[in-house]
């Protein structure tokens, strides 16, 4: 089975459609949830998943609903929004035209965050030459300083400050309200504070220009951080190729010579190059040695080694002849190929791995959740938390510990501000502060401190990394929501056939009924077994077939064919002038078609399943003629992995549907016990076993390839395919192995607690934060230990909090690579 097993993102009933939208300007979880919000509120919007880090919305509504409507909502919100729209030639433009923006946006913060710095530094130089008494003209004038606090607002703050004033008209409020807040409340203060001297307020036209310059500083390292995180998914999007060299076939047309020799094709002359969006199903590709190869195709011409690591993650190239297929994006190595394209647009394995990854993004993890519902109301929350210190200082806190006004200002004209910022608590030197002044100080450090962007960065940073990751190495997973269920799994449960075994079976063991009215020899059952078998594409029966044709037998004529699925075939096969009726299938099978077996049947039956073969039953004209023996070798890796989920604590089961003196063979090879294995288990029954394990209170986890796994691996808590299966078998998966490296399966559930651990790590640090910064910036500490936390600091502090959640995700490469690097892991067998 080619790569092109690969499944898509989650089908939708037909009802509805999903939409993709691509959204600019969110800063925080409080951005998030406003636009899921807003995008929730328009008419057909059934569902909307947003996500910080990729900056995409999912959209699940009604086919009648307006997806440039939506972009348009979201755009006069403050969210410059566009439709990104699937199948369409434009999409490339459309994805230049969005990085063209953000390339615009993250230069225009650079230059913000270049002119905020300066306007610190001078800052600080003036308070420096106030401290050493070094007099420099005009840099101690509190009017100066209030134009540098005006020139940060109305420069490199103006975005920040504006977007968090719109966001708060439109009833959403984001972090940039709560900073836009704190540095006008600061700036205003301090203005009349100059205005009206006779007051006696302190002015702290510095905590504007500090606040500024920190918060853009640490967006500007957190972008930066950011943009390390999608680098594997923007590798996988340079994947895709443009051009593509399409050519005309010539067929020949046979000789007088060789009148039967079949027509033969060969290249024309005068290829064109063609963008890649532009070729269709059937059309022929012509792919040089050092090319990559443009589209999903079927090789009718040459032969060549491609390399599939960018795919596969799997270093060692593969020889592809004429029939194999081959993958965009994978580079021709060795020899010039001719391929005919069998999937085009975002039908091809790597568009399908790309929307698999990006859809990933969207599908949160249960622990998200809360983050989610809590960052909704955070903004809000904040605010009143800021206007209940304001009021509690102002009322009630200043009579209770009045000798906190004469412990002075954190931050005032004799101290240095970038050294009160970088050390944000500290012991405070005497000077007096007004009741007013010292409420409006706090109320605004709580304003700056919280951080509702930790929590946005959570989840999605650390899932884009460790799903891009898995990406690179040939593991894909669907979503945050797997994670939560691969944490809880306790039993893991195997399919044989393809899965524990090569998915190559051989006829090892023919016998023929003694005492027949017409005895047969053991090539003329075989030759009548693929006869019937011909109609059918099971791996039994092509192992059949195979056989017949590596004997020299010739296939018989036959009609009628009847195929039940994992019972048995039949057909109406004509030999030596004579129609025969002939069924093969399991025992029980023959029994229904009232075919009766003799007491020699099960005893032969019995000592060839034993050597572990799979047990085929064969009858002509309803009389017992003999059976075949047939065997699928076992992976290479196959008793290693069964044996290290073992070690690992977990349970490990054999689902199968042969009987069970085969099973029970093949469990012996795998070092299983006699418990755990489910045997003479039809497909149709094999998600009724999945579903009785969890009945009992095991969480289930199941790894199979075929078509008859599907209903299992939707059953199962945890469905894991295997590339090597069929695509509706991955479609259901919610874990998908590129690969066709059993070990992966180890690797694939380390690596999906590695993420969901690091999301736990990050949110843990987001609350973490919150509870303890927001009641210190409050004044918590003020009274008995005389710790107060300046705007500016708080401001600092805030941005830390994100770049450290962040960094924190891109850990997971160094954790995920020394996984990897481990002996079970990088010397594992590739079965091929």
Not at 293 to 316: H, K, N, Q, W, Y
Not at 338 to 352: C, D, F, I, K, P
Not at 401 to 407: G, S
Not at 558 to 584: H, I, K, M, N
Request: charged fraction near 15%; include cysteine.
């Amino acid at each position: 089975m080619s790569t092109s097993a690969i499944a898509s993102s989650t089908s939708v009933p037909s009802t509805v459609q999903t939409l993709t939208l691509d959204v600019t300007g969110m800063k925080c979880a409080g951005c998030v949830k406003a636009v899921e919000r807003k995008l929730a509120q328009q008419a057909g919007v059934q569902s909307a998943c947003v996500n910080l880090v990729t900056e995409v919305a999912t959209v699940t509504c009604e086919p009648q609903t307006d997806a440039q409507e939506l972009a348009q909502v979201l755009t006069q919100s403050g969210f410059p929004s566009q439709v990104r729209q699937s199948n369409s030639p434009s999409v490339q433009a459309g994805l230049i035209d969005l990085a063209n923006l953000r390339q615009a946006q993250a230069a225009r913060q650079r230059r913000d965050l270049i002119v905020a710095i300066g306007l610190l530094l001078v800052s600080t130089i003036g308070h420096v030459s106030q401290t050493i008494g070094l007099a420099i003209p005009g840099l101690g004038n509190d009017g100066f300083h209030a134009g540098l606090a005006a020139a940060a607002l109305l420069f490199p703050g103006r975005a920040l400050v504006w977007d968090g004033l719109k966001g708060l008209w439109h009833g959403a409020p984001t972090m940039n309200t709560l900073i836009g807040l704190g540095a006008l409340t600061a700036f205003l203060t301090s203005l009349v504070a100059l205005i009206n001297p006779t007051l006696g307020w302190e002015c702290f036209f510095d905590e504007p220009v500090m606040l500024i310059g920190f918060i853009l500083l640490g967006r500007t390292l957190e972008q930066q951080a950011r943009h390390r995180a999608a680098a594997s998914f923007q590798s996988l999007l340079a994947l895709q190729p443009r051009i593509a060299r399409l050519v005309k076939v010539q067929w020949s047309s046979a000789s007088p010579e060789q009148p039967d020799r079949p027509p033969t094709p060969a290249i024309a002359p005068g290829a064109i190059e063609v963008p890649v969006e532009h070729l269709r199903v059937g059309e022929w590709v012509q792919v040089l040695p050092g090319e990559q190869v443009p589209i999903d195709g079927e090789i009718l011409l040459g032969e060549s080694t491609i390399d599939e690591s960018m795919l596969t993650g799997e270093s060692v190239p593969v020889v592809k002849r004429i029939g194999d297929t081959v993958s965009a994006g994978t580079l021709n190595q060795s020899g010039a190929i001719a391929l005919q394209v069998t999937h085009t647009g975002e039908n091809t394995t790597l568009a399908r791995i790309i929307q698999l990854v990006e859809t990933a993004q969207t599908r949160k993890a249960p622990i998200q959740q809360l983050a989610d519902t809590i960052a909704g109301y955070f903004t809000y929350g904040v605010m009143a938390l800021a206007g209940l210190t304001f009021l509690f200082w102002y009322f009630l806190g200043l009579h209770w510990w009045p000798e906190v006004l004469n412990y002075g200002s954190q931050l005032s004209h004799h101290h240095l501000p970038l050294p009160g910022a970088m050390a944000p608590m500290r012991s405070l030197p005497s000077h007096s502060l007004t009741p007013l002044l010292l409420s409006l100080k706090l109320t605004i450090a709580v304003l700056v401190i919280a951080c509702p962007c930790a929590l946005g960065l959570a989840t999605p940073t650390a899932l884009l990394v460790g799903s891009s990751l898995g990406a690179e190495n040939g593991l894909l997973i669907r979503g945050g929501d797997v994670l939560e269920r691969v944490r809880t799994l306790d039993t893991i449960v195997f399919d044989k056939t393809g899965t524990l075994t090569q998915g190559q079976p051989t006829v090892t063991h023919i016998t023929v009924a003694p005492q027949l009215a017409q005895p047969y020899t053991t090539d003329q059952l075989l030759q009548i077994a693929a006869s019937v078998e011909q109609g059918t594409t099971h791996p039994l029966a092509t192992a059949i077939v195979q056989a017949a044709k590596h004997q020299g037998l010739a296939l018989l004529s036959a009609t009628d064919f009847y195929t039940q699925a994992g019972s048995g075939v039949s057909a109406q096969v004509e030999r030596a002038g004579q129609r025969s009726f002939v069924l093969l299938g399991h025992a029980d099978w023959l029994d229904q078609q009232q075919v009766t077996l003799p007491l020699e049947a099960h005893t032969q039956a019995t000592t060839v399943a034993h050597q572990g073969n799979t047990i085929v039953h064969m009858a002509i004209d309803q009389q017992w003629v003999g059976l075949l023996g047939i065997q699928d070798p076992l992976r290479p890796d196959a008793r290693d992995t069964l044996q290290t989920l073992q070690q690992e604590e977990l349970r490990v089961m054999l689902l199968t549907g042969d009987r069970c003196e085969t099973a029970q063979a093949v469990a012996q090879a795998l070092g299983l016990a006699r418990d755990q294995v489910i045997a003479e288990v039809k497909p149709e029954e094999k998600s009724h076993a999945i579903a009785t394990l969890q009945a009992q209170g095991y969480q289930v986890g199941m790894v199979g390839d075929g078509i008859n796994d599907a209903p299992a691996l939707a059953q199962a808590d945890v469905g894991i395919a295997l590339k090597s299966g069929t695509e509706v078998a991955s479609e259901t998966a919610s874990l998908v192995l590129m690969r066709d490296r059993l070990s992966d399966v180890i690797l694939a559930l380390h690596l999906s607690r590695q993420i969901l651990g690091t999301i736990r790590q990050n949110l843990l640090w987001a609350f973490g934060y919150n509870a303890v910064s927001i009641p210190i910036a409050a004044g918590v500490l003020l009274p008995h230990f005389r710790i107060l936390l300046s705007p500016g600091g708080a401001g600092f502090l805030m941005a830390l909090s994100s770049i450290s959640v962040v960094l924190n995700s891109l850990l997971l490469r160094w954790h995920f690579n020394r996984l990897v690097s481990q002996p079970s892991f990088n010397q594992q067998p590739v079965s091929q």
